[in-house]
């Protein structure tokens, strides 16, 4: 369900801006789920696949400021999410290259349409690939991607990442 302007997307940018404004703090970003210690997937559907299910389990990331930067994931190809990317607007995501290779082997990711939870609902368009980032498991190769949290609301709350100059 998108978000819209409600308390707690006031209540995050708020959070963002305080964080930011510490000395040493280099990035911030809220997330829906802290790597390895939560975790959210979704049933997938993609044309021409009949089973998504089958190819493994696609985990999810809600978020909202700068999150590849404060993780160092690098995007591959396309573009990361935007601040303009929120409620009200075309729904998108950036899939990992694993994801990538996955759903559309030989064939570029981004364009790609995907959709969340039903065959029949809005499509999510990919604008980006991202690097492998592990999320969950050091040993598994990570079906992962990534919302726009004012897109999508996560059911676990949201967190505060930070990437420090300082320890």
């Not at 049933?43 to 999810?60: K, M, N, Q, T």
């Amino acid at each position: 369900a998108a978000l819209g302007d409600t308390g707690e997307i006031d209540l995050g940018r708020r959070a963002l801006d305080v964080a930011r404004a510490v000395p040493g703090v280099q990035a911030a970003t809220l997330v829906s789920v802290v790597p390895f210690y939560t975790s959210m997937s979704a049933p997938l559907f993609v044309a021409g696949i009949d089973s998504v299910a089958r190819l493994g389990e696609f985990g999810y990331q809600a978020v909202r400021g700068d999150y590849f930067g404060t993780t160092g994931t690098r995007i591959l190809r396309g573009r990361r999410l935007l601040p303009s990317d929120g409620a009200g607007t075309a729904r998108v995501a950036v899939v990992s290259e694993a994801m990538a290779k996955t759903l559309w082997p030989g064939a570029e990711a981004v364009g790609k349409c995907f959709r969340m939870v039903a065959g029949t609902a809005p499509c999510v368009a990919v604008v980006g690939v991202a690097e492998n980032a592990l999320q969950s498991s050091l040993s598994e190769t990570p079906l992962e991607f990534y919302l726009p949290l004012e897109q999508y609301h996560p059911s676990t709350g949201h967190s505060l990442l930070l990437r420090t100059s300082a320890s």
